[in-house]
């Protein structure tokens, strides 16, 4: 029988499938507690392994090396973590190239570019990142996350958008707010005000239609309050499903299940998803009726990819669904 991703998707370009929460963790410590974290979960969300605000001063090397050695051994057991690099205008960020790509290149998640202030910034980082992978000899395309959090990314968001490698577009808050320098108050990089400024709301409205129109996902920055998850969870709640945010920044771990339970699809839909897709693959992905309701190729991708999130959270599939798709 033809999996759905052979019969589904020969006509264009899907958004990506990836876990709907990212997880900062920037010391040694904290990236091995992060992994065992996962070993509890399961396979439910990323980490990124910082080297920006990570790294102590005067060490970058020694981090970045660090960063390599943990994600080759064997804690990283489900190779789900990336790194984020210094900023364009940093002048570590070649040396974190230099370091990561070479040495972990096969086994990075993603690579995260932090506060670029235009197009060209991160347009000359993924040049550089792509250069190092063909002289490394890596020839997978290591996805590439691009954080909107300065006036000049905001303006360029639609470019950076169309960016090769591209995976995910980040939202950052705190550094948006920070750079109106006092026009918006700081009480608005909490709830609910993160939400209700006018500023920041269309700020994040422009994220996600940037991402979404160009088949990148839109990941919505972290909630502040670090002691409260059910915050969190209202949070990434209302960055899912007023603003179409599908991914949410943890940096806390009481926050990783927090955002995983507030983005999973709804239990409902997705039981009915599995079904019409096994009714379908059995039509050979014809059309079909189910439940009184027509369905053919265009509400099967709908599903397929609903099935798809629905199992990056940990929702239980059924046995046959496990068995044809996953398998």
């Keep these: 029988m033809t999996h759905p991703n052979e ?34 979960l399961g396979p439910v969300f990323d980490i990124t392994c910082d080297c920006e605000d990570g790294a102590e001063t005067g060490k970058e090397v020694e981090h970045a090396n660090m960063i390599v050695r943990v994600i080759n051994s064997e804690a990283n057991k489900y190779k789900m973590a990336g790194c984020r690099i210094h900023d364009h205008g940093n002048e570590h960020w070649r040396n974190d190239v230099d370091i990561l790509v070479p040495g972990a290149g096969e086994l990075l998640s993603y690579i995260t570019l932090p506060k670029s202030n235009c197009y ?13 992978c063909k002289e490394s000899g890596i020839s997978r395309e290591i996805p590439i996350h691009i954080l909107i959090e300065t006036h000049g990314a905001l303006r360029d968001v639609e470019q950076l958008a169309t960016l090769p490698w591209l995976q995910v577009l980040d939202f950052g808050l705190m550094d948006f707010v920070s ?12 709830s609910p005000g993160q939400f209700d400024h006018k500023l920041i709301s269309r700020a994040k409205a422009n994220v996600c239609q940037a991402a979404i129109s160009n088949h990148v996902i839109p ?28 991914r949410m920044w943890s940096i806390y771990p009481t926050q990783i299940q927090a955002i995983v339970d507030a ?49 990056f959270s940990g929702h239980k599939l059924q046995e046959a669904v496990q068995k044809r798709f996953f398998a």
Excluded at 120 to 132: L, R
Excluded at 269 to 296: F, K, M, R, S
């Design 179 to 190: 750079g109106y320098q006092g026009a918006i108050p700081a009480s608005n990089m909490r």
């Design 263 to 311: 983005m999973k699809p709804d239990f409902t839909e997705v039981e009915d998803a599995q079904n019409i897709l096994l009714a379908a693959q059995d039509a050979e992905w014809g059309p079909i009726q189910y439940d009184g309701e027509l369905h053919d190729r265009a509400t099967y991708r709908y599903f397929w990819e609903l099935v798809q999130r629905a199992h």
């Design 219 to 246: 990941c919505h920055n972290v909630t502040l309050d670090l002691k409260n998850p059910y915050q969190t969870f209202k949070d990434a709640e209302i960055a899912r499903n007023s603003f179409g945010f599908m």
């Design 7 to 40: 019969a589904l998707f020969d006509s264009g370009k899907s958004l990506p499938i990836i876990p709907s929460c990212e997880h900062f963790a920037g010391s040694e410590k904290l990236i091995l507690k992060a992994m065992g974290m996962q070993e509890k």
């Design 120 to 132: 060209e910034d991160a347009k000359t980082q993924i040049e550089y990142i792509q250069a190092k």
